[in-house]
């Protein structure tokens, strides 16, 4: 079974602060994707990050892929009230003939205006 | 584009009653999945489908739970009978392919008392 470890699990935070969080797992995937959920709706997909030590910027959002591809992060620069959310990161693990998408247990965000 | 469909949104059921889920994905998606998401927690992935065929289902309590998608394009989740630990969001996600982006329906919303 490959597990994703989401940290912080919580995090509460000024308006116009920065922060990170991380998604780490002891197995390499072949894509690493980054969600983020609303309450009462289904995720929403950020960004998907495949090759090892790849960055990605999305406005105000930067992504990081491990050089292992075991590990990834999220950077959010001066945050905003609307960036409030539960931010999941999904592996997809291409092993036998299952390759659905490992879930982590999210970092719930609160920006505080 | 639409998006992901599902119905209903919201279902209260006593437990060892019985609930089925629907979810119409993406046209021209082959892949389907069907994720269990408990409050507070990530997706589970419950079951994978590559057009009408089961991919994985190894997390699938199939004592109780059972999903189909005969014709490869909509697909129903049923539960029977239900249990208390069953309520949770039940989510539906396609694919065009199997290593390709994921996307989400609204989720349908199980009480289960």
């Known amino acids: 079974t490959q597990l994703l470890e989401q940290s912080p699990q919580f995090l509460s935070i000024q308006e116009g602060e920065n922060l990170t969080v991380y998604c780490n797992s002891s197995?390499?995937?072949?894509?690493l994707q980054w969600y983020r959920q609303e309450p009462g709706e289904g995720p929403v997909l950020l960004v998907t990050?495949?090759?090892?030590?790849e960055v990605k910027k999305l406005k105000r959002l930067t992504f990081q892929f491990g050089d292992a591809r075991k590990d990834s992060s999220l950077h959010i620069t001066a945050a905003q009230p609307g960036d409030t959310g539960l931010y999941l990161c999904?592996?997809?693990?291409?092993?036998?003939?299952?390759?659905?998408?490992?879930f982590g247990k999210g970092t719930h965000l609160i920006i505080q205006p | 584009e639409a998006g992901v469909a599902q119905s209903p949104r919201y279902k209260i059921i006593e437990k060892r009653q019985s609930v089925a889920f629907w979810c119409n994905p993406i046209?021209?998606?082959?892949?389907l999945y069907w994720y269990q998401q408990i409050l507070g927690q990530g997706p589970k992935l419950l079951i994978q489908f590559q057009n009408n065929g089961v991919v994985d289902d190894s997390q699938l309590p199939k004592d109780r739970f059972s999903a189909e998608r005969l014709k490869g394009v909509d697909s129903t989740l049923k539960i029977q009978p239900a249990k208390l630990e069953d309520s949770a969001v039940y989510l539906c996600?396609?694919?065009?392919?199997?290593?390709?982006?994921?996307?989400f329906g609204q989720g349908t919303r199980l009480t289960v008392v």
């Open positions: 999904a592996g997809r693990y291409s092993g036998g003939g299952a390759d659905g998408l490992t």
């Open positions: 046209s021209g998606h082959a892949t």
């Open positions: 990050v495949v090759t090892g030590g």
């Open positions: 996600a396609s694919s065009l392919d199997r290593e390709n982006e994921a996307f």
């Open positions: 197995s390499v995937f072949s894509s």
